[in-house]
């Protein structure tokens, strides 16, 4: 059973640090390309960060880059989103996605940023 199941979500206050993580289980987690993705209230899901499978590619949308940095751990099947300096329009559900042959994706985790 494919799951992808992320944490780390919460309210933080302006220019405050997450950390999300996406604990990936029942398919070869180190073939597979890894994004994060974020959907805010009323608007279209959109691509945040991603790695390639062997982990020496990384991408940013414009907006996040500089202050987000996506990483991934093999042995532990994880990949994580380090979040900093955030701010208010940060504010989403971020979602977790595995691609390659198939395409999986996370329950999404909740960020609020606000004072």
């Known amino acids: 059973q494919v799951q992808l199941v992320e944490s780390g979500g919460g309210l933080v206050q302006p220019g405050g640090s997450l950390r999300l993580s996406c604990v990936a289980s029942?398919?070869?987690?180190?073939?597979?390309?890894m994004r994060w993705y974020r959907q805010a209230p009323g608007k279209e899901r959109v691509l945040v960060a991603g790695?390639?499978?062997?982990?020496?590619?990384?991408t940013y949308a414009d907006s996040v880059k500089g202050r987000f940095t996506i990483s991934r751990d093999q042995a532990k099947n994880t990949v994580y989103l380090q979040m900093n300096s955030l701010k208010s329009e940060d504010t989403a559900v971020y979602y977790c996605?595995?691609?390659?042959?198939?395409?999986?994706w996370g329950q999404g985790t909740q960020v609020t940023v606000s004072s």
């Open positions: 029942g398919f070869t987690f180190s073939t597979y390309a």
């Open positions: 996605n595995a691609v390659n042959r198939y395409n999986y």
């Open positions: 790695i390639s499978s062997g982990g020496g590619r990384t």
